[in-house]
């Protein structure tokens, strides 16, 4: 069996780290971008189901920011 050795920064190490945790969870801010669809699309497909999507603004020319959402499925 072949041996083979890498040598690696600790920086290096910590920028994979992060990259390899990014792939794996994905970025938060689209995936609370996809929150507002999926909200739209049990709407549309179980009709009866209550659904509040709660944001905040800090300030006027910023970007909503996620604070909690309900749902209330038609069952």
Do not use: H
Request: aromatic share 8%; glycine share 6%; no cysteine.
């Amino acid at each position: 069996m072949q041996q083979i050795s890498v040598d690696l920064s600790i920086s290096q190490v910590y920028r994979s780290r992060k990259a390899a945790r990014g792939l794996i969870t994905g970025n938060e801010e689209a995936q609370y971008g996809l929150l507002r669809d999926y909200a739209e699309m049990i709407r549309r497909t179980d009709v009866g189901s209550k659904v509040i999507l709660q944001t905040e603004m800090e300030n006027e020319n910023a970007e909503p920011k996620f604070k909690r959402m309900y749902i209330r499925y038609n069952a």
